[in-house]
């Protein structure tokens, strides 16, 4: 186990991915971007969610695989995320003719 990586490696990764996503999302324009931007702030819960299941000691009514399990549910949300995102950009696209976020402000009616 001396030849692992340690806990805070994983932390300090998964820590920088969630602040880097962060900030695509609130600097970026473009809808495509900002959907990439929060795939990478799951991305970085995921690698929290398998650091402490890998270096945590389970607990006895929970099953061996919580943050693996964990982690496959949060990509399959993901996944249902940019499916419903990506059909909104493109019926926005269709509407306005451009991807700019900013040009979205009247979705009502």
């Known amino acids: 186990m001396s030849t692992d990586i340690p806990l805070s490696w994983f932390l300090y990764f998964a820590a920088a991915s969630f602040s880097i996503g962060l900030i ?11 959907l990439m931007a929060i795939e990478i702030m799951l991305n970085a819960a995921n690698i929290n969610f398998i650091a402490f299941w890998r270096y945590g000691e389970p607990p006895a009514t929970e099953g061996p695989l919580t943050g693996v399990m964990m982690a496959i549910f949060v990509i399959t949300v993901a996944a249902a995320e940019v499916a419903v995102g990506i059909g ?3 019926l926005c696209y269709r509407r306005w003719h451009a991807a700019d976020v900013d040009r979205y402000d009247s979705l009502s009616g």
């Open 88 to 90: 909104l950009v493109l």
């Open 24 to 34: 695509g999302v609130l600097v970026r324009r473009n809808a495509i971007a900002v």
